[in-house]
C-alpha cells in the first residue's frame, strides 16, 4: 500500500511540473503577451540611482537600428520624476513626464548608437529610483 501511494505521489507530482511547464513556458503559448516578450528580453540598463531634489541624471544606453525597447523608471514615491529619451546627437526621442515617479517609454530604434535616458527630480526632496530597459 505504501508503495502504490508512493508511485501515485511521484506520478502526481511529475504531471503538475508538466502541466505547470506548458502553461508557464511562452514558448508553448498560442498567445504572447508584449509584457511576456519584454519580460524575456535581453536587458540594456539596469540600476537603482538616489537623485536629489532638482537634479538631473543621464543613463548611456546601447541600442541597435530594427529592434524595439521598453525603458521603464520606479522611484520610491517621495517625489516626481519625469523621464526622457534623447538620441546621439541630442535630438529627443520620447518623453513620459506623468505626476508621480513611475514612468514608461516604448521605443523602436532606427539606427545603432548610444541613445541617452535623461531622469529629473521635479521635487523637494531626493528619489532613489530604479530604471531599466529592455530590448526586445
Same mark, same amino acid.
Not at 70 to 83: E, F, P
Given at each position: 500500500?505504501k508503495?502504490?501511494?508512493?508511485?501515485?505521489?511521484i506520478?502526481?507530482? =511529475? *504531471? &503538475?511540473? #508538466?502541466?505547470s511547464?506548458?502553461?508557464?513556458?511562452?514558448?508553448?503559448?498560442? $498567445?504572447?503577451?508584449? /509584457?511576456?516578450v519584454?519580460?524575456?528580453?535581453?536587458? =540594456? *540598463? &539596469?540600476? #537603482?540611482?538616489?537623485?536629489?531634489?532638482?537634479?538631473?541624471?543621464w543613463?548611456? $544606453?546601447?541600442?541597435? /537600428?530594427?529592434t524595439?525597447?521598453?525603458?521603464r523608471?520606479?522611484?520610491?514615491?517621495?517625489?516626481?520624476?519625469?523621464?526622457?529619451?534623447v538620441?546621439?546627437y541630442?535630438?529627443?526621442?520620447?518623453?513620459?513626464?506623468?505626476?508621480?515617479?513611475?514612468?514608461?517609454?516604448?521605443?523602436?530604434?532606427?539606427?545603432?548608437?548610444?541613445?541617452?535616458?535623461?531622469?529629473?527630480n521635479?521635487?523637494?526632496?531626493?528619489?532613489?529610483?530604479?530604471?531599466?530597459?529592455?530590448?526586445?
Amino acid at each position: 500500500m505504501k508503495k502504490l501511494f508512493t508511485r501515485s505521489l511521484i506520478a502526481a507530482t =511529475l *504531471l &503538475s511540473l #508538466t502541466l505547470s511547464f506548458t502553461f508557464a513556458n511562452p514558448a508553448q503559448a498560442s $498567445v504572447v503577451t508584449s /509584457a511576456t516578450v519584454k519580460a524575456l528580453g535581453r536587458y =540594456l *540598463l &539596469s540600476g #537603482t540611482y538616489h537623485l536629489n531634489a532638482g537634479q538631473v541624471s543621464w543613463h548611456k $544606453v546601447p541600442m541597435r /537600428a530594427g529592434t524595439s525597447v521598453y525603458v521603464r523608471l520606479s522611484g520610491d514615491g517621495s517625489t516626481d520624476l519625469d523621464m526622457y529619451v534623447v538620441d546621439a546627437y541630442d535630438n529627443p526621442i520620447e518623453s513620459s513626464t506623468s505626476y508621480g515617479d513611475d514612468e514608461a517609454i516604448d521605443l523602436d530604434i532606427y539606427e545603432n548608437g548610444y541613445f541617452w535616458v535623461k531622469v529629473v527630480n521635479r521635487g523637494d526632496f531626493y528619489n532613489d529610483y530604479t530604471v531599466t530597459a529592455v530590448e526586445y
